[in-house]
């Protein structure tokens, strides 16, 4: 081999730079060359780590639409992809939800009582905050474990993130129903404190079980009290609401006393 490939060639070679007629001439003479293989190889480590770092940019996945909106509202990287992946805020839930407040407004309207509506309203977001959180239910719940967040924030997080949701959609299905007044909003008290106590009884009793039994209790309550023949029901009445109020406030209370234990639920929970 009478004569090699400069140095100075080969970088502009690694780096794609190198014109014709040098560069059919290096490719001819790398074909043949061990020593300026080797020589290649060792000038083109910075291009390979550039590679390297233009793969995992590719690789890398994509934000949506929610979780970029966040990060520009000026919500951390991880917060805003945790958010992002609450279950309860992707299409078909949110479709489900309104499809089920669509109905029961259709029904208020040929009944021409808001009872219906008024007991199916408090449990949607209580359902909704649910879903959101815990091993049995989160197919993200690995990811949000090993989160920089503690397990009481990210919870309050998705929790008003579904709440928003959730009586927002509820607030919408409510304007359908203006004949009724302030009558129609009798679902909020109940609403919050339905989900405030199942928030504080998750601990204790489980991310399924505390909202399962809240839920049973307010269906119970709801039967009993259609079954007096009282109208309108005893918990949209202005001692009901009141009631709900009080135990709104007693659930955030005892949710705040126990908010450290959400970072380790009883071994039933993840079943």
Not at 69 to 85: E, F, P
Not at 97 to 111: D, E, I, Q, R
Not at 217 to 235: F, M
């Amino acid at each position: 081999m009478t004569w090699h490939v400069s140095e100075e060639d080969l970088r502009a070679y690694a780096r794609a730079e190198l014109a014709a007629p040098l560069l059919w001439s290096a490719d001819t003479h790398l074909a043949a060359c061990a020593h300026c293989r080797a020589v290649l190889a060792e000038v083109s480590g910075p291009v390979d780590a550039g590679w390297e770092r233009l793969d995992a940019e590719l690789d890398a996945p994509r934000p949506g639409l929610l979780e970029g909106l966040l990060v520009r509202a000026g919500v951390a990287d991880h917060t805003a992809r945790l958010l992002a992946a609450t279950p309860v805020l992707r299409r078909s839930w949110l479709a489900s939800v309104v499809f089920l407040l669509v109905t029961t407004v259709g029904v208020v309207h040929s009944a021409g009582s808001p009872t219906l509506f008024l007991a199916l309203a408090p449990l949607l977001p209580l359902a909704g905050v649910a879903l959101s959180y815990g091993p049995a239910l989160d197919p993200t719940y690995e990811m949000a474990v090993v989160a920089p967040v503690h397990g009481f924030k990210l919870l309050m997080i998705r929790t008003l993130a579904v709440l928003t949701a959730g009586l927002g959609l509820n607030g919408l299905a409510t304007l359908a129903l203006p004949g009724y007044g302030l009558r129609a909003l009798a679902w909020l008290l109940p609403a919050l404190a339905l989900t405030a106590t199942g928030l504080a009884l998750t601990p204790r009793l489980g991310p399924v079980l505390a909202p399962s039994l809240v839920a049973g209790a307010w269906v119970a309550l709801i039967a009993a009290a259609d079954a007096s023949g009282d109208a309108p029901l005893i918990p949209f009445t202005a001692a009901g609401q009141a009631t709900a109020a009080a135990v709104a406030a007693l659930a955030a209370g005892l949710l705040c006393l126990v908010r450290d234990r959400f970072d380790v639920f009883p071994r039933s929970a993840a079943v």
